[in-house]
């Protein structure tokens, strides 16, 4: 394990990644920096590693060698306040059909926040941001019932309810009305221009969205 | 110590282990049969029967049984210390360690348990008795057994390796609690015990020895057998692995 | 983080309650066929009765582990929550949310199973129940612990159903011989003190390792 001293970069700094699935090496010794205010875009063909790199990015997959640092600082130091900045939206849309839309959002909320809102004013919040979704109303009607255009949006509404300084997303944009995918590429440049950190993967190129750097994931 | 560092940390490079191993392996072969010729020729020809209980020459039963049984432990206790070595130092073959050490104690326990039974029915006049220790015994298997259907259920062989060791560490901290809770739920029901009270007579003491040391032995061989088989089929990719297979020496 | 996630549980098991009837509609039915296969005879029930509801009650928890983390793994909240807060307490806090939600109920049952293996027969002013709910109540935690250990090792895994099964049921036998031999005890009017403080030893073995196993096995599982 290399020392966090000689770290001189803020954001998010992996250094010398080597990342395999399934005894596959699909990313090795690479080097990667996302600074605050940029926008990420990853690109590859399918099943080249894009998730995968997300995913050990996020600290879900474990890397087989190499750090990852948050601000200088590993991101799994103790100190680091890694976990707590970070949103990283999946594929799967980790909500839970059992719930209502409100009751999903609120919980990662609180979770997030850990009490430090007052659920009056997240319940005005939800229904703000699900208005501007254009789902406006909806907030008591269970996760399940929503159709999947429906249920993406609700995904992307945790992005405005919780305060973070880097976004992880895996294929945002998918499945997105037009409307909504200029929504999501507004909120995506204001989360940048207010020192956000952002990375995203797109199978097609998205037109309202200027980025700042490009990443290629290739097949060996 | 420094040493002692280095030496540890060359095992987990594949290519070294699978060298080295493969430099053991004669020597350790050759020990087992020498010692285990010597063990059954004692064990079978050169030691007394057993006339105190009239076990007569089921005793001889006893010169496979007890090793057997010994090593169903200790293996499972040496698969959860290779198994904690590769979960805190990442070491890739810790795990192929505790997968190679698997089959081989299960099939110790299985022939602990088999002896058991054979040696029981001469002798308590029933092939099985829920005798404390045999039950422990089967359980162990069920452990094995379980650790073995674990590791199968994966794809991913890195997920196998570290849910497998997980495993295998919860199963050793369960092994004491099973074997006091088994042994405190005999007395209770007043069953069997198997435990002979006194020493041994000296006459049986020889074989015993010998067939402890020589089926240490053969328990070694195996795993070092099934470890290099192991390397192989993990590193199928490597260089080196497929130069092997094409006939040519590994050098370093 | 706990009580959030506590929760939450609660009001997904709610809307989910049939999942959680099954295991306990399976505790009653198990226990009922003993009757018609051995004999209806009071005496003979009151000695199965203890070893009987307490295997019950063993296999009703390991049916009830499919309700444990296996919908969170599937639908990506698992993920979500490990990313916000430690393993163990992920772990912790599921095995609270799920001994309430599958041991509590069997323990408020188990008077009743009593009441059908005749456990106070012969007895005038007997408090077998209470020594059976007692060692549920010490009991039912232990191997809720241990199965979200089964549970998040197999998430992963191809065959999980039954796996989970095979690689738990050994680790509840030492709890499975002092629930009933307490309940035993009791019966036979022997002091069953000692029984009693071993099942809580457990309890507290299996608390101490128990979710921290299970959060490294979830680690595991999401990777």
Known sequence: ?220 | MAKAWRWFHQLGSPKYLFQKTGQWLPWVWAATLILLAVGLYYSLWASPIEVRQGQGHTVRIMYVHVPAAALSMIAYIAMAIAATVGLVWKMKMAFAVVRSIAPVGAAMTFLALFTGSVWGKPTWGTWWEWDARMTSELLLLFLYLGYIALHASFSDRSKADKAGAILAIVGVINIPIIYFSVKWWNTLHQGYSVTEKGALDPAFQTPLFLMLGAIYLLFAALVLMRLRAEIILRNQKSRWVKEWASGSEVKS | MILTLLKRELKVARRNWIGLAIPLLFFIIVVSLFPFAVSPEAPVLQKLAPGVIWVAALLAMLLSLEQFYRSDYQDGSLEQLLLMSSPTSVALSKILAHWLLTGLPLVVLSPLLGVLMQINHGFAHADHTWVLMLTLVLGTPTLCLLGAVGMSLTLAASRNGLLVSILIIPLYVPVLIFGASTVTASLENMRYNGELAILGAFLLIAIVFAPFASGRALKISVG
């Open chain 1, 1 to 220: 394990m290399s020392q966090s001293k000689d770290i001189q970069f803020d954001g998010l700094y992996a250094h010398e990644l080597t990342v395999s699935r399934s005894e596959q090496i699909l990313l090795e010794d690479a080097d990667l920096h996302l600074a605050p205010s940029t926008i990420t875009y990853l690109y590859g063909e399918n099943g080249a590693g894009k998730t995968s790199l997300m995913r050990c990015l996020a600290g879900l997959l474990p890397s087989d060698q190499g750090s990852i640092y948050w601000n200088k600082q590993p991101i799994n130091h103790p100190d680091s306040s890694y976990f707590q900045d970070l949103i990283f939206l999946a594929h799967s849309l980790s909500m839970k059909n059992e719930l209502t839309i409100a009751e999903n959002l609120s919980f990662y909320a609180n979770l997030r926040l850990k009490g430090g809102i007052s659920q009056q004013s997240l319940s005005k919040q939800i229904s703000d941001v699900l208005l501007e979704l254009g789902i406006g109303g909806l907030e008591n009607r269970m996760f399940a019932e929503l159709s999947a255009g429906q249920q993406h949006k609700v995904a992307l509404a945790r992005l405005i309810l919780e305060p973070a300084k880097i976004w992880i997303l895996d294929e945002p944009f998918v499945n997105l009305d037009q409307k909504t995918r200029g929504w999501l590429a507004a909120k995506t440049l204001e989360f940048k221009n207010n020192g956000g950190v952002v990375l995203f993967t797109s199978h097609h190129h998205i037109d309202e969205l200027p980025v700042d750097q490009k990443v290629g994931v290739e097949h060996e």
